[in-house]
C-alpha cells in the first residue's frame, strides 16, 4: 500500500522471513580480463538447507504456490532436501558451542535417534567380543549421521574411536584408554570442536568471506535478500527497522539494487518499463537501445558455468545473479554514455561505472509504499504524491477498505486506509486520478470526498477541538454564574 511506511513494511517482512527458509542462493562474481574490455563471469548456484547439528532443529514454512512456481522452472527438490549445505546464523552457532563444549550430545532429528539406536546396539554388540585395534565399518550414512553417530558412539564407550572414511562410511576400532586419549589430542580428529562448528556453519563460512572483502553486494529489488541475509546467515531480525538498516551497511557498506537503477534509465534514457529480471536483461541487451554509443563491454561466462551460456534458466539462483550483475554493467555504461560526450575514447573501468551510479548507492526499491527507496546510508526521503483524499460515507453503514476499493475500482485505482467509524483515506500516485474523483463523485449520493485537511479530519484533531470546546463551555458557565449577584 501506498500508505506503508518503511518500518512498517520491514515488521511484516520480518514476520515473513522468519517463517521460510532459503532454497537456494546464486552468487556471481566477475572481473576485466587482462585490462580488456571484456568481464569473465564465475556464476555459482548453492542449494541451502538448514543445520540440522545436534539440538539445531529449524521449522519453516513452504508455500504451495511457490512449490508450483518452482517446480514449473525445474526445481531440484531432492537436491535440496538430501544434498543441502547447511546455515546458522550467530545466535545458534553459540547455543551449538556452548552444547559441544557441556560434553552431552541429543539427538534433534526423529529419524537419526532410530539410525544411532541401531548403530549403537550393533557396536555394543560387536566390541564385547572384539580384541583392541580391531575395527568394523558402519555405511550408507548421511554427512548428518556420520558426525552425530561419531559423537554418540565416543560419548557412551570409552573404549572405541571413530574416523570418516568418506562415501557415506565411518570407521569403527577398539582402543586402549590410553590409546582413546592420545587420539583425542590429535590434531587430524575431526570431531574437534572448531571442525564441528566449521562443519555446521556449511554456507556462513562464504558468507562470512564476503562481508570481510567489503565488495559492492548487487542484487535486483533486494529487500526481502538482506532480510535473508541477516536472519539466516547474521543474527535473527531485530525489531527495530533502523538497527536492521545499520546492521545491513555494517556489513555490505556499498550496496547496488538494480530496480532502482533501471527506475532511473526509464525516466532518462526511453528505457522500456518491464517488470522481470531476464526482460530487463533482454532490453538492455538490445542494439536498438544505444545505437550510436559505444559498445558495452563483453560479459563473457566462464568454461565452468557453459551451462548458463548455453540455455537460459530464469529463476534459478545462479543464472538470475549473472543476470543482475549483467544489468547493473549495462545499465551503468548506458548511464555513462548519457553523461559524458567522450565515453568512446576509452574503455570504461569499474570505478567509472561505480562513479556514474554514486546517486543510487545503498538505495534499495521499495515497491508501492511511503518511499520509492531505502536508504542504508541516511534518511528515507518520502515519496511526493498527490494530496491525500478523505471520503465520508453517508447513508450506508459498516462499509470497509475492499468496498471502497471495489466502488473506485472502475475508474481509478486508489489505496484505501480506515480513518473512523464512517471516514477513510485514499492516495494515488497519479495526478490525474485525484481530479477525476473529485469531478465525478462531487454529487455522489452516499460518498462526499474532499481533500484531507489535518486540522479538519484528523481523529486527533477532532478530539482535541471537542476536549477544548468542553472545557471553554465549562469555563464560561463557571464564569456566569461565579459572577451572578446573590438573591
Known sequence: SLFDSPAERY????????????????????????????????????????????????????????????????????????????????????????????????????????????????????????????????QDLSNNEMLEIQLILRQALKNVWTQPLGDKKVLVKKVSLQGRRCLENSPYDCCQKEKLLL??????NLFHMLVKAKKPLVGHNMLMDLMHLHEKF???????????????????????????????????????????????????????????GPACPEIALAGDCSRYAEKKSPHEAGYDAFLCGSVLLKSAHLLLCRSIDDAAEADP???????????????????????????????????????????????????????????????????????????????????????????????HPHLRISIYRHWRHSPSVSCLLQVCGIVALWSLLAFVLGGAPCC
Open 234 to 292: 547474521y543474527k535473527p531480525l531485530p525489531e527495530s527497522y533502523e538497527e536492521f538498516k545499520r546492521n545491513i551497511h555494517n556489513l555490505f557498506p556499498v550496496i547496488i539494487d538494480t530496480k532502482t537503477v533501471t527506475k532511473s534509465i526509464w525516466k532518462t534514457c526511453q528505457f522500456p518499463r518491464v517488470s522481470s529480471l531476464l526482460e530487463t536483461y533482454a532490453v538492455l541487451s538490445s542494439s536498438n537501445l544505444n545505437p550510436k
Open 349 to 443: 573501468s569499474f570505478s567509472q561505472y561505480l562513479a556514474v551510479l554514486a546517486e543510487h548507492l545503498n538505495k534499495v526499491n521499495f515497491i508501492r509504499g511511503g518511499v520509492s527507496s531505502i536508504n542504508f546510508s541516511g534518511e528515507d526521503i518520502p515519496c511526493h504524491y498527490p494530496p491525500l483524499l478523505v471520503v465520508h460515507v453517508q447513508g450506508c453503514p459498516g462499509m470497509n477498505e475492499r468496498q471502497i476499493y471495489q466502488e473506485l475500482k472502475p475508474l481509478c485505482r486508489f489505496d484505501v486506509r480506515r480513518l473512523s467509524r464512517n471516514q477513510f483515506l485514499l492516495l494515488s500516485n497519479k495526478f490525474s486520478h485525484v481530479r477525476l474523483v473529485l469531478r465525478d463523485y462531487k454529487h
Open 11 to 138: 515488521l511484516a517482512a520480518r514476520r515473513s522471513v522468519q517463517r521460510f527458509t532459503i532454497s537456494q542462493l546464486g552468487k556471481s562474481c566477475s572481473d576485466t580480463e587482462n585490462h580488456l574490455p571484456r568481464y569473465v563471469v564465475h556464476s555459482y548456484n548453492f542449494f541451502l538447507f538448514p543445520s540440522t547439528l545436534g539440538v539445531t532443529d529449524v521449522e519453516f514454512t513452504l508455500s504451495a504456490s511457490s512449490i508450483q512456481f518452482l517446480s514449473r522452472y525445474g526445481f531440484d527438490y531432492n537436491k535440496f532436501l538430501k544434498d543441502g549445505i547447511p546455515y546458522m546464523n550467530d545466535v545458534q552457532e553459540e547455543i551449538l558451542s556452548q552444547h559441544l563444549s557441556g560434553g552431552s550430545w541429543k539427538v534433534s532429528s526423529v529419524l537419526d535417534r532410530d539410525v544411532l539406536k541401531k548403530t549403537i546396539e550393533e557396536v555394543t554388540t560387536w566390541i564385547a567380543a572384539a580384541e583392541e585395534e580391531e575395527t568394523m565399518i558402519l
Open 199 to 204: 562443519s555446521a556453519r556449511g554456507f556462513t
